[in-house]
């Protein structure tokens, strides 16, 4: 499975984002895919997850309430919506298939993507 990670930027505090995920490969559109993001000098960490059903959604506490995790099986990508950004969510973001929600044992990951939100 290859994963195509865009959308990233640069936008202010209060802003909005949507990063894309292209998936290609070999049943993709069946596995449960994520969002981590890895900030500077700190560790990469687990955002949201979606199952390929697109069903119960999972989100990292930070996010709660202001980032959307969907994704549409027919075009094998998923999306994040990112709403009422922070500059702490600036960050290096990657998306990855083939795992569980909050755990960091996913089969594939792709490139990241550079998140960055200004005061």
Known sequence: VQLQASGGGLVQA???LRLSC??????????????????P?????FVAAIKWSGGSPSYADS??????????NAKNTVYLQMNSLKPEDTAVYYCAAG????SDR??????GTQVTVSS
């Open 14 to 16: 209060g802003g909005s």
């Open 22 to 39: 292209a998936a290609s490969g070999r049943a993709s559109s069946f596995y449960t895919m994520g969002w981590f993001r890895q900030a």
């Open 41 to 45: 000098g700190k560790e990469r960490e």
């Open 63 to 72: 996010v709660k309430g202001r980032f959307t995790i969907s994704r549409d």
């Open 99 to 102: 795992g569980a929600p909050y």
């Open 106 to 111: 996913w089969g594939y990951w792709g490139q």
